[in-house]
């Protein structure tokens, strides 16, 4: 018994004692140079304002944080209760979470067998006979009884286990970005479903205004044409017209079931339900300020970069572990219990049956197998480089993308506010000199279709200008590391800032 602990002392020095040695690389985090700035042209300090509440101004806050929660800031009570119901019942959401609890548990497994021996407990029984031919003497038939206790360990000379646990831990990483990435995108798709959904919305409104004062003016044109004051053409153009804008509404209707359905299934219902509340424009208010990051941070604070961080660095181990293949693996095991004929004299000291022992491996000919794995991780590890470096270059565009096109929102939403303004104004004078016999009814239908396209630009422009705010909001990361959850998002939030 005390040979036996000595020996279990025995690989627990060895394992302080080489704990040192591991094959490497030894992982960096990337050092990708990225520019002091997200556009080429130096953006406005804010937007221009269309003299509305959906046409504010919105000024860019430099280098501010942005919050966990960023999608109250579109003060929508049914917005939050949305995402927060979507967050708690969106299978997709329910899938990464999962994902990420298999790589914890795989990450627990593997340490648990690398770290430590393994212990096995042996208990066997068999009813056996022995030739007596090769005794040289009778042939016997006996019990035979084994109770015993095996442990082995494979010494980790060159580090390729602790290889392989750094590789484990980074797919971890990988699930856990993947799951905020899957939490952003999630949240970010229910605030810009709510805005489409907004938007047909008040496209079906003003198109039934619309056709409402066609008919009113239709009415008017069949009694200018009963007292001879007008052809029958004008009256016919006017029908032709009022029946377009008809025709117009069911591709609306749905449009709007479509995105009603959509929203539903983000956020765990059925479409059949139909319990998730209305969205318009009107209930929706405009983040008058807008964080932006510094570039310096947008690389850590992007969960797809992140992830794809959390995939470099396991294929940097991968090569570890290729490597220390190459070299000798040693094994140490031993065994102590009991041998005996009968289960009376199974535990006694004559019972007693040990045996220590050690092995190694070195790899003298594999056709060239381990040299080859060993360039394959090599190559897989250029290819998650480069893979990295691309994901970086297309989150700055994204940045840069929205940026560019919020500026251009509001002053798109400028000149269509100021046009739809002109062309209502420009119906409303031609609609009463028409009444009057002033101008003629191709005057009238061309002021109609006018103020119908400017209505529903600019109905386009304030949906675009909403759903290109949550595009920023999303394009930056989301504020992920400020949002109160698990302790891990303590530790980023750190290396966040």
């Known amino acids: ?22 094959v490497g690389p030894d992982f960096r985090s990337p050092d990708m140079a990225t520019p002091g700035q997200y556009t080429a ?59 990420f609890r298999k790589a914890e548990e795989d990450l627990r497994a593997v340490n648990g067998m690398i770290l430590y021996p393994a ?59 993947i799951f905020e990435a899957t939490y952003l995108t999630l949240t970010a798709n229910i605030v810009t479903t709510a805005i489409q959904e907004a938007s047909l919305r008040a496209q079906l409104k003003s198109a039934r205004e619309i056709l409402d004062a066609q008919q009113k003016q239709l009415n008017v044109i069949k009694k200018q044409f009963e007292l001879g004051a007008i052809s029958k053409t004008a009256v016919l153009l006017q029908e032709t017209e009022l029946a377009m804008t008809k025709a117009g509404l069911p591709p609306l209707e749905k449009q709007l079931d479509l995105t009603r359905h959509a929203l539903s299934v983000l956020i765990g ?11 318009r424009l009107e209930s929706l208010h405009l983040p008058e300020e ?12 992007r969960p797809d970069i992140r992830a794809s961080e959390a995939l470099l660095h ?3 181990a991968s090569v570890g572990v290729a490597t220390a293949n190459l070299y000798p693996q040693i094994t140490l095991s031993g065994s102590y219990g009991f041998q005996a004929i009968s289960t009376d004299i199974l535990f006694n000291g004559q019972s007693v049956v040990w045996s220590l022992g050690a092995g190694l491996l070195q790899p003298i000919f594999r056709g060239g197998e381990l040299t080859a794995r060993r360039r394959s991780a090599i190559a897989a590890y250029d290819q998650a480089a480069a893979q990295y470096r691309q994901t970086v270059l297309k989150a700055f565009q994204d940045v840069a993308d929205v940026l560019r096109a919020l500026e251009t929102d509001a002053r798109t939403l400028q000149a269509q506010a100021q ?60 504020g992920w590391w400020n949002r109160p959850s698990t302790s891990a998002n303590t530790e980023l939030k750190e290396n966040v800032n």
Request: charged fraction near 15%; charge should be neutral; include cysteine.
């Open 419 to 478: 046009a739809e303004a002109s062309a209502k104004e420009t119906l409303v004078l031609i609609e009463k000199q028409f009444e009057l016999g002033a101008v003629s009814y191709p005057s009238l239908l061309i002021a109609q279709q006018n103020y119908q396209k400017a209505r529903m630009n600019l109905i386009a422009a304030q949906a675009q200008r909403y759903a290109d705010t949550a595009a920023l909001f999303q394009a930056l990361g989301g």
């Open 269 to 279: 219902q059925f479409p059949g339900d139909g319990k998730a509340p209305e969205f």
């Open 41 to 99: 042209a130096t953006l406005p300090s804010q937007t221009v304002s269309a003299q509305s509440e959906s046409g504010a101004a919105q000024r860019f806050a430099f280098a501010e944080d942005l919050p966990g929660d960023w999608w109250t800031l579109f003060r929508s009570p049914e917005l939050d209760k949305m995402i927060k119901q979507g967050l708690a019942d969106s299978p997709t959401l329910a899938a990464a979470q999962a994902a």
């Open 290 to 301: 807008l964080p932006v990051s510094l570039p310096s941070t947008l690389a850590r604070q």
């Open 1 to 22: 018994m005390k040979a036996f602990f000595a020996y279990i002392s025995l690989i627990i020095t060895a394992l302080v004692i080489l704990v040192g040695c591991a």
């Open 314 to 316: 396991q294929a940097c």
């Open 119 to 177: 212990v096995n407990g042996n208990l066997q029984a068999a009813r056996q006979r022995i030739s007596g031919n090769a005794n040289q003497g009778p042939s016997d038939t006996y019990n035979l009884y084994n109770a015993s206790v095996d442990v082995s360990y494979t010494l980790d000379l060159f580090g390729g286990g602790r290889r392989q646990r750094e590789a484990y831990q980074a797919q971890v990483d990988y699930q856990h970005y």
